[in-house]
Each structure stands twice: as structure tokens, then as C-alpha cells.
């Protein structure tokens, strides 16, 4: 019998080292960079390309789809088992205590970007087909290890896959949490746009708002740039502001007015209130002075309709489902300038019960108070594999094994994995119920004990399931 948990200790330093140079590389998707040799800027190939090449190097066939997505294959057969990963990452962000692109190991854990999501878990799971095939098993069906390249943003890099590739018959995603995640609600995504016009004599005049990265991160700087004369006032009156709320930031006071710097913390977006968001802090502290015209209009619906709600109860789309859990809204990115206008990016995790039409609907008349416009511009649909599938159970029982967690239940999360992409496709790991989730964070880390106990049980996994008659 195979002792996957000393296995996977045998393999630790090159499983780290290889992590080491994945995480060197800002893999992050870059369109201002994009080429025709690298469509998504050269981060995300770069990190494919490093994926492929440790494939080449441990004996397996590779194959590289237009430096979008590519795969790691091992074993014939009639059915194809997928393991789904992604190189890419989120946008490092601010408040970093080691370099993000720079693999640190501290008190047994390891930080940097992709540490959790999803280079330490996805290489976790290649070591576990490395292992077997090390250990000479067979398998008796076609194992696809698929690498995408914008799991953060479209999944361009993955469609891409599907559109030249047959669906494989069932797989994983290593990229969400312990025991096995059979549910994701649904995922969809609002734009809200404003005017530019403001009173340039009015006592406060809008002119910056900056705040997020992405629609699935909780934004945790936000920045304000005001032309008013009562700058002194203001700037008293903000540091009041953030110490009654404990937050973090600063002023400085310029020729014509104030900058304004306010520090949140980041999150997954799939749960916002893990987070604390910087730029609806903003916009409600800028709600009390008198703006004018459409910079009026963008901090109020912010404060007034998005601001502390990651429910949607305040614009009437709340909603829950027994199986799914909440609707969850997550307030991204927020802009406004005198010359573009206002902006506001909205990501919804919806269960089922509740539809796109409906949530856009009740965006749409809140927005309409504010002479907001508002547009949906992604949606991906719910997704649900029923426990008593192979690809549940058999993951369930390798977990429950290799952890002694005898009671351990299959879950449903708001978080989006390309598992869903499969009919019989679901998230496995690594992030364990024990464990803080950092993903989309600033000081990133996953705990090296966790991610070798991620790679054992990722070894019996894929044996079994690639072993099924």
C-alpha cells in the first residue's frame, strides 16, 4: 500500500523549490501588454510556460494551446479525468510585509502572491500526479492537468481549452477549500456609470476617487482628491472619522484643496464582509459635504445603497436558498474623474432562486435615483453536482481518511472555480477548515504543513479516481 503522507514529505524540497520559482513570476493578466504571442501580456504565459516546462522535466507529454492554457497529460484511455489549475494572479496590492514575488518562509508557513490561490495548491496537486506516476501506477483513463492563465478575470485562457477540446468526463479545481465544494452559486457582474458634470464653484469639487482592483477583491486602498477651501476642517474631520471606525489612512493638504488616503483590508469577494471595504468607507465619509451634480449622485449611491450591504438588502435583492446560502455583493472598483464620470463595479454570488434580470433589476432603480446607468457585462450560472456522484464521494472519503475528519460534508461556496466547467466538476482543497483564508490578501501565505498533507491526499485522490473501473 502506498504511504501517500511520507511520500509527499519526500518530495518537499522540490515541490518548494519549484513553488520558489513559481511565485517569482507576476503572472498577473495585463492587456496594456498584451501582444499576439502573448494575448494576456506576458505574466500569466510566463507562469504557464514555468508549468510546462516542470511537466518536461518529470517525463510527461505537454502540449501549449497559444500561451492562453496548456496541459500536463498522463495515461490512455476512453474517459479524460481533468485537474484544473491557474497560474495567474490577483493584483498584489498594498500592504506587504515581505516581497510578493519573492517566496518567504517563516514560522512553517510560506508567503507570496499565489501562495493559496493557486500555485501552492495547483502545484500540490501536480505533485500528486507526479508521485504517481513515479510510483509507476497506471492509470486506466486520459489524466489531463489543464493550466489557465486568467482564472482572475474571463477565463479566456480556460474557454479557450473548451473550445478546442472535448469536456473532460470529470476532474477538480484545487482552487478552494476542504472537504469538497459540489456547489458554487452563481456568479454575475455589474457596471454603474455616471455623468462628469459638478459645480467647479461649489464648495467641495470631486476630483479624484480611486478605490479597488478587481470585482472579486474587497478594495483596501481608497484615495480622494478634493478642491475645496475648508481643507483644514476636512482633513480634521477625516482623521475623526477613521479613528471612530478604526481604520487606517492619512490627509495631506495641497495648494487647492486635500488628498485623502483610507486603508481597509482585502478579501475574496465571494465573501465581502471578510473584508473591510476602503472605497464604500470613502465614499460614506464624502456623503456629508456638499457636492454637487454627478459626483453628488456617485458618492450617495455608493453610501447610501452599497455601502456596509454585501447582502443587497438596502437595493431589494437580498435572497437566500437553503443549499446555497446568501446572495453575497461585492462592491470592486470605484472611480470617478471630471473627465470620465463615475463607475461602479458590482460582482453578485447568487443561489439559486433569484435571476440575473431580477438582481439587475433592482440595481437598475436604485441607480436610477442617482441618475445612475447601469450595465451587466458578465454571468456565469450556478453550479451543482449532486454528493452522490463518484467525483464527491470518493474525494469526501480520500479526505476523510487522510485527515480523520470522519464527519466532513460536502459544501457550497460563492467563490468561482473552473471545476464548474465540467458537468462532473468540483473544488478540492487546499484550503483547510483550520486554516486562515488569505486569498486575494495582502501577506498571502499558506501554511507548508497544510500544503504536503494537500499533495497526500491529492495522490490517493487522483490515483483512485484515475483507477475506477
Known sequence: MTNWDQLAKDYKEDYLNDLKELITIDSERNDAEATDEFPLGPGPAKGLLKYLEIGERDGFKVKNLDNLVGY?????????FAILVHADVMPAGEGWNTDPFEMTIKDGKVYGRGTSDDKGPGLAAYYGLKMMKDQGIEPNCKIRFIIGTDEESNWT???HYFELEPEPDFGFSPDGQFPVINGEKGNTTFETTFGNQQ????DYFLADFNAGLRENMV????FAEIKTSFKDQMAEEFSTFMQDRKLDGGSEITEDGIRLHLIGKSAHGMEPRNGVNGGTFM?????GYDFSGDAKNFIKFVAEFLHGDSRANRIGASHTDEIMGD????VGILKFNPTDGG??????RYPKGITVKEIGDHLSQAAKVMDGTVENTDDMEAHYVDPSQPIVNKLLNVYRERTGKTDAQPGVVGGGTYGRLMKYGVAFGAD???TENTMHQANEYQVIDDLLLAMAIYGQSINELATLE
Open 283 to 287: 465614499a460614506n465619509f464624502l456623503r
Open 72 to 80: 500536463i497529460e498522463y495515461g490512455t484511455g476512453d474517459k479524460t
Open 432 to 434: 483547510f477548515p483550520w
Open 343 to 348: 463607475f461602479v463595479n458590482t460582482n453578485f
Open 199 to 202: 459645480d467647479e464653484s461649489a
Open 157 to 159: 485562457g480556460m474557454k
Open 219 to 222: 478594495p483596501r486602498d481608497a
Open 327 to 330: 446572495l453575497t455583493m461585492n
